[in-house]
């Protein structure tokens, strides 16, 4: 079905930028950048596809069908997106808080054209009918021209805060009060900051983001108007043969200014009970979900509690594993495990219905997942977090943020750390 084509690259980082911005032409692209980030689960350093050769979207209403459908019918690559409105479709819920953004509550397409970079070796596949055009388009990736300082590039973008700090607080309460009944012992709280009239260039804000982060689930992705600038350090769930992972993020430290405060922070993090007890009870909560599709006795934690640096950032990440049988559909993995644990709560149903009640917009695809499927079923997703959404033709731009709400949860310091995470989206949107 793919005609494939090896090739050496001499400087795979410089390579990596101009095949960016060569993409940048087609109307749908999906651009991974692991950027050398050392991780276990990992087979290329960077995946681009480009321009539909055949796609589906939709919305929520048996979003999951139509996906199995589509991704049983082509047994190819697909790239694409989750929305987290999906759970409307996997549970009995609803959505009816406002959206700016209006993106299809899914996506995917099958590309023409995939390149996949391991190292210095470039692994080019194309569908068989346009294979004439592999080395016209190697000259045309290599002359491409390139900005020639990201860091420079100077904007003045309003930020709104949809919820303000004294409304925030007052949420937190609530959550609270839901925590100390019984309702819930967990959830992840969101709010939104948006600008109704932003004109970027995606393409230079998304280099910006990802090299002040740096983060091992860097994504581009555009379909047509819509946009997605993605920093995201954190797996939402892989599969590789028979074996699913499931990487869940619940802990987060501020970097220190030297060695010595770093090693601080790191020590503070690994030994706060309350950044343990959260990161477990989403572990126990990410254990049941693959048991709906495991083989009997599979579930393992490879790792709790594991902390890991990143630019930004200390967070504090398990690594949940099961096996699957062979005839078990991609899909059905998927729909039994979403949305991802650490972006709702425990128990899981009755969080969902609380974060929608407490939070004031559609979170859209903030906290749903961005990935692709194999030919051969396997598939890899990141959790839209650290993520700026834009869609270009209403010039509506929005990023999200949030923490997770527990018994000891102080919610001046739950306020402080959504405003962590949300510093590196201020800051390339021009808000120091």
Same mark, same amino acid.
């Given at each position: 079905?793919?005609?494939k084509? !090896?090739q050496? !690259?001499?400087?795979?980082e410089?390579?990596?930028r101009?095949l960016?911005?060569?993409? @940048?032409?087609?109307?749908?692209?999906v651009?991974?950048?692991? @950027?050398?980030?050392q991780?276990?689960?990992?087979?290329y350093?960077?995946?681009?596809?480009?321009?539909?050769?055949?796609?589906?979207?939709?919305?929520?209403?048996?979003?999951?069908?139509?996906?199995?459908?589509?991704?049983?019918?082509?047994?190819?690559?697909l790239?694409?997106?989750l929305?987290?409105?999906?759970?409307?479709?996997?549970?009995?819920?609803?959505? @009816?808080n406002?959206?700016?953004? &209006?993106?299809?509550?899914?996506?995917?397409?099958?590309?023409?054209?995939?390149?996949?970079?391991?190292g210095?070796?470039?692994?080019?596949?194309?569908?068989?009918y346009i294979?004439?055009? #592999?080395?016209?388009? *190697? &000259?045309?990736i290599?002359?491409?021209?390139?900005?020639?300082?990201?860091?420079?590039?100077?904007?003045?973008?309003?930020i709104?805060?949809?919820i303000?700090?004294?409304k925030y607080?007052?949420?937190?309460?609530?959550?609270?009060?839901? !925590?100390?009944?019984?309702?819930?012992?967990?959830?992840?709280?969101c709010?939104?900051?948006?600008?109704?009239?932003?004109?970027?260039?995606p393409?230079v804000?998304? &280099?910006?983001?990802?090299?002040?982060?740096?983060p091992?689930?860097?994504?581009y992705?555009?379909n047509?108007?819509?946009?997605?600038?993605?920093?995201?350090?954190e +797996?939402? !769930? +892989?599969?590789?043969?028979?074996?699913?992972?499931?990487?869940?993020i619940?802990?987060?430290? +501020?970097?220190?200014?030297?060695?010595?405060?770093?090693?601080?922070s790191i020590?503070?993090?690994?030994?706060s009970e309350?950044?343990?007890?959260?990161?477990i009870? #989403?572990v126990?909560?990410?254990?049941?979900?693959?048991?709906?599709?495991? /083989?009997k006795?599979?579930?393992?934690?490879?790792?709790?509690?594991?902390i890991?640096?990143?630019?930004?950032?200390?967070q504090?990440?398990?690594?949940?594993?099961?096996?699957?049988?062979?005839? /078990?559909?991609?899909?059905? #993995?998927?729909?039994?495990?979403?949305?991802?644990?650490?972006?709702?709560?425990?128990?899981k #149903?009755?969080?969902m219905?609380?974060?929608?009640?407490?939070?004031?917009?559609?979170?859209? *695809?903030?906290?749903?997942?961005?990935?692709?499927?194999?030919?051969?079923?396997?598939?890899?997703?990141?959790?839209?977090?650290?993520?700026?959404l834009? @869609?270009?033709?209403k010039?509506?731009?929005?990023?999200s943020v949030?923490?997770?709400i527990?018994?000891?949860s102080?919610?001046e310091?739950?306020?402080?750390?959504?405003l962590?995470?949300?510093?590196?989206m201020?800051?390339?949107?021009?808000?120091?």
């Amino acid at each position: 079905m793919r005609t494939k084509v !090896i090739q050496h !690259i001499s400087d795979p980082e410089e390579f990596k930028r101009k095949l960016l911005y060569w993409a @940048n032409q087609f109307r749908e692209i999906v651009f991974l950048d692991s @950027n050398d980030y050392q991780q276990k689960y990992s087979h290329y350093d960077c995946i681009l596809a480009v321009e539909a050769f055949t796609s589906v979207q939709t919305d929520f209403y048996n979003a999951f069908d139509d996906l199995h459908q589509y991704q049983s019918q082509t047994k190819d690559w697909l790239f694409g997106y989750l929305s987290y409105d999906l759970k409307n479709d996997t549970e009995k819920l609803e959505s @009816n808080n406002s959206d700016g953004l &209006e993106f299809p509550d899914v996506f995917f397409f099958q590309p023409k054209k995939i390149f996949l970079l391991k190292g210095n070796e470039l692994e080019i596949q194309y569908l068989n009918y346009i294979d004439d055009e #592999i080395e016209f388009d *190697l &000259e045309a990736i290599i002359s491409v021209q390139t900005k020639s300082d990201v860091k420079d590039t100077s904007l003045a973008i309003q930020i709104n805060q949809r919820i303000s700090r004294q409304k925030y607080l007052s949420k937190i309460d609530k959550m609270l009060d839901h !925590i100390h009944r019984g309702d819930i012992y967990e959830a992840n709280f969101c709010m939104e900051f948006y600008t109704a009239k932003a004109s970027i260039d995606p393409l230079v804000i998304y &280099e910006k983001l990802n090299l002040i982060s740096r983060p091992p689930f860097a994504t581009y992705l555009k379909n047509n108007k819509y946009y997605v600038l993605s920093a995201s350090p954190e +797996r939402y !769930i +892989r599969k590789e043969g028979n074996k699913v992972i499931s990487q869940p993020i619940k802990g987060t430290a +501020r970097r220190g200014q030297t060695e010595a405060e770093d090693k601080e922070s790191i020590a503070a993090l690994r030994s706060s009970e309350k950044e343990r007890s959260e990161n477990i009870m #989403i572990v126990d909560l990410v254990r049941n979900d693959l048991s709906h599709t495991a /083989t009997k006795g599979s579930v393992e934690v490879e790792e709790l509690c594991g902390i890991y640096t990143f630019k930004q950032v200390h967070q504090m990440i398990s690594t949940v594993v099961s096996q699957v049988e062979s005839t /078990t559909s991609p899909v059905e #993995i998927i729909r039994s495990t979403f949305p991802m644990g650490s972006m709702t709560g425990a128990p899981k #149903i009755s969080a969902m219905k609380i974060i929608e009640d407490l939070e004031e917009t559609k979170r859209s *695809l903030y906290s749903g997942a961005m990935g692709y499927f194999t030919p051969e079923g396997d598939f890899d997703f990141n959790v839209v977090i650290r993520s700026i959404l834009y @869609n270009s033709e209403k010039q509506y731009l929005s990023f999200s943020v949030g923490s997770a709400i527990t018994s000891q949860s102080v919610p001046e310091q739950e306020y402080e750390e959504c405003l962590l995470k949300a510093k590196a989206m201020f800051e390339v949107l021009g808000n120091k």
